[in-house]
């Protein structure tokens, strides 16, 4: 029986649909972000770990949602320092509670922080196949695609941070959404308001949302 955890009570919630906890790179745990998050007013939060899809039920009250989700990064390697690497980061975030089949992640191959601890709690379809995370604008375009058709509100995160230009973020199609702020990379000394980007890409044609 579906459980409906946040009733239409207010105009709107506040929401965030990017965020990492100890299990990638986050410095906090879920517990702690949640405690935060609500004090802070907020009654939705997304988990999006790197690399992993792992749901946290346990966390949802009458007064919080915590979304399912992942991210995954589209790495161009070309130094050993990865300040200096080009890439593409996108968000999933599942539509429905019982959605855990990642629709573009990999058994295996690097991952972000911590993340390679719980690669076993993944759970694929029998004939699903890893997901090629090589750089490009196929794969881009072919993860936003796939996202889509599998369940997912898939984002767009941070192109400037990315070191994306308009070359390439102007061929990317099927886009559901532009995260067009960071606060964290922002507070890091990187500039991603990413207000210019967004207005390029509807110039192009997207209809595109924003978070």
């Not at 410095?27 to 899809?53: C, M, P």
């Not at 792992?54 to 991210?71: K, S």
């Not at 992640?105 to 390679?116: E, I, M, P, Q, S």
């Not at 941070?158 to 990317?172: A, D, F, G, V």
Request: proline share 3%; net charge negative.
């Amino acid at each position: 029986m579906k459980k409906v955890l946040l009733t239409n009570t207010k105009p709107y919630f506040k929401a965030n649909l990017h965020c990492h906890t100890t299990i990638s790179d986050g410095r906090v745990s879920k517990e702690t972000i949640k405690e935060h998050y609500k004090k802070n007013g907020y009654s939705v939060v997304a988990f999006t770990d790197h690399d992993v899809l792992v749901p946290h039920p346990e966390l949802n009250d009458e007064n919080f949602l915590a979304l399912n989700g992942y991210e995954i990064q589209l790495d161009k390697w070309e130094s050993d320092d990865y300040a200096d690497t080009k890439t593409c980061h996108i968000c999933f975030i599942a539509l429905e509670e019982d959605n855990r089949y990642p629709a573009c992640l990999r058994r295996t191959g690097y991952k972000v922080g911590n993340a390679d601890n719980y690669t076993h709690l993944l759970e694929f379809q029998d004939d699903q196949e890893d997901f090629d995370v090589s750089y490009g604008l196929k794969q881009a375009n072919l993860a936003f695609k796939t996202g889509r058709e599998h369940g997912y509100f898939v984002t767009y995160n941070h192109p400037t941070w990315s070191k994306q230009s308009y070359p390439e973020y102007s061929q990317l199609k099927v886009l559901w959404a532009l995260e067009i702020r960071n606060t964290h990379n922002c507070l890091m000394g990187y500039d991603d308001n990413n207000a210019k980007v967004y207005e390029d890409l509807l110039m192009v044609g997207n209809r595109l949302s924003v978070v």
